[in-house]
């Protein structure tokens, strides 16, 4: 453990604790009277785990999925029920989750991406839903699709299509 001390007002100060692991990577951090932070790392030192919690009680988590090329192609994110002091447990209902698909060009660069939401019956409590081996073409009603595509010439940012389809052109 070490910690970083910090001053902005005479008399006051905050104390952030930070903890490594053996390879030297912070798995966890924690400020007096605020809810401390844990973080795990994959065999490749990529974040694949982040969990907020008070005391023992996890009230927001979100796991990473990646490809081979290590381009990030999945982000869920669980949030605490409303009135529930348990505790984020995937193996239960007591959270809400959503998650975000995403694919990649074989330049790795992002390309579609498909948020499968969070609210009412159809997200809440659910397992994660399988990503499809290639993207949504558009969004539905079980998913939101966000596309970029890229100027052939210059690899830049050329055409962003939001869910409704609205498209903006860079320039």
Not at 25 to 51: F, G, H, K, Q
Not at 66 to 72: F, V
Request: glycine fraction near 8%.
């Amino acid at each position: 453990m070490f910690e970083i001390s910090t001053t902005g007002v005479v008399g006051a100060s905050a104390t952030v604790n930070y903890y490594p692991d053996i390879l030297g990577r912070t798995i966890a951090a924690e400020r007096a009277n605020y809810p401390r932070n844990e973080v795990e790392y994959d065999t490749l030192s990529r974040l694949i785990r982040t969990r907020v919690k008070v005391g023992n009680v996890v009230i927001a988590m979100k796991e990473a999925d990646y490809d081979l090329a290590g381009n990030t192609i999945g982000l869920h994110t669980y949030d605490l029920n409303p009135g529930d002091n348990t505790g984020i447990t995937t193996n239960s209902t007591n959270y809400i989750r959503q998650s975000v698909y995403a694919w990649h060009d074989k330049a790795n660069r992002l390309t579609p991406q498909a948020d499968y939401g969070s609210s009412g019956a159809n997200w809440a409590y659910y397992a994660k839903p399988a990503r499809p081996s290639t993207a949504p073409a558009s969004s539905s009603a079980s998913c939101l699709v966000t596309k970029t595509a890229y100027n052939a010439n210059t690899g830049k940012v050329d055409l962003s299509t939001d869910p409704m389809g609205r498209n903006s052109k860079t320039t």
